[in-house]
């Protein structure tokens, strides 16, 4: 840490009550973020560490595709590079619409810091891991979705001392992160290079399935909704008991996603019929057409599983990180096989069916 990054966390904490507070290490995510728990006089917070020029920039709102590939993959895929200023102008913006977001204490956006509330120890992905009764848990994180997209998505929203625009989850990000599987997972884990005319015909066929998302009136999809990003806040009432957590890359698109990245949960096996219960549910509170959203939550579930078994195969590959592969792919793969089996994923099931049959596949 600089002296001057230093000397400005400091100016921060004195803006709130931990300054002086012991600071003990949390552990993180994969991101070049950092966290450690503040501790001061029986109260505790979160102290995140996002260094704003550690990642390649966010995307500029009206970049054109090509402008967006100079910049780099955040700009391609819309993430919000770190940027603690989308932290907390989303956390303010889904704690306005009754969803449990931490509260913000304090933010820093020049220098990549933000204080916010510890929302405790009940993290979703432990609790289940050590037998908890998953029907509660799963009722309030469908709730929330619920409750979420009962609104329009947000446009341009507002923190202490920065702005955030929500931008829309388009076709170039959901093409750029569905490509993480012929990029890294083919070629490097099956050694299955990927021709041109190739790469071409899964583009085709990846566009003729997004775009019968397009007529859905887009709300604000969390991007990556599932049991490590969820806390159970029992003390709370109804969707409200599901803390929410890692909704910086939020985006302006189709509610199914986050219902698919709940109900395929890259961290724990979710068995179909389970899902379906959930599934289910959100149908049933949101009352959106059941036939229309079960299309696109297979489209969408597809898309993310894609992105998901790209990404592990390149932290393998490239970030020398093998523990995804060997502890969570299987599971992606055999959620990715279910989805293929969708009428509304005919197209890409034929691209793999010509260029790299599931047979084939030498895990999941």
Request: hydrophobic share 45%; charged share 20%.
């Amino acid at each position: 840490m600089s002296d001057e990054r230093a000397a400005r966390l400091e100016a921060l904490l004195a803006e709130t009550v931990f300054a002086g507070a012991a600071r003990t290490p949390v552990s993180g995510d994969a991101s070049t973020r950092s966290y450690e728990r503040l501790e001061l006089g029986g109260r505790s917070a979160i102290l995140m560490n996002a260094p704003p020029r550690a990642e390649s920039a966010p995307c500029p709102p009206g970049a054109s595709p090509a402008e967006r590939a100079a910049l780099g993959y955040n700009a391609v895929a819309r993430l919000a590079a770190s940027r603690v200023e989308a932290f907390a102008a989303l956390a303010a913006h889904l704690r306005a619409l009754g969803l449990s977001a931490p509260e913000i204490y304090g933010v820093d956006v020049e220098a990549g810091y933000c204080v916010l509330e510890d929302m405790g120890a009940g993290l979703y992905w432990s609790m289940l891991g050590e037998g908890a009764d998953p029907a509660p848990l799963y009722e309030a994180a469908t709730d929330a979705l619920v409750q979420a997209a009962s609104f329009p998505a947000p446009g341009r929203l507002t923190c202490a001392g920065g702005v955030w625009r929500v931008l829309e989850y388009d076709h170039t990000a959901m093409q750029a992160e569905a490509a993480l599987l012929p990029d890294w997972f083919l070629p490097h884990q099956l050694n299955r290079p990927v021709s041109d005319e190739a790469r071409a015909e899964w583009t085709a066929a990846w566009e003729t399935c997004l775009a019968g998302l397009d007529d859905e009136a887009p709300r604000l999809v969390l991007r990556d909704y599932h049991s490590p990003n969820l806390m159970w806040l029992p003390q709370r009432s109804g969707q409200a008991r599901a803390g929410v957590l890692d909704f910086q890359d939020a985006l302006a698109g189709h509610p199914a996603y986050d219902v698919a990245s709940l109900l395929e949960d890259a961290r724990r096996d979710v068995p179909p019929e389970f899902a379906e219960i959930y599934l289910a549910r959100y149908i049933a509170r949101s009352g959106v057409d059941a036939a229309a959203f079960r299309a696109a939550y297979a489209i969408l579930a597809a898309q993310r599983n894609a992105k998901i078994i790209g990404v592990f195969a390149r932290l393998k590959y490239r970030d020398g990180k093998p523990h995804y592969i060997r502890d969570h792919q299987p599971r992606v793969i055999r959620y990715f096989r279910r989805n293929l089996e969708a009428p509304a994923l005919a197209p890409v099931a034929a691209w793999f069916a010509r260029h790299a049959p599931l047979a084939d596949w030498a895990s999941g």
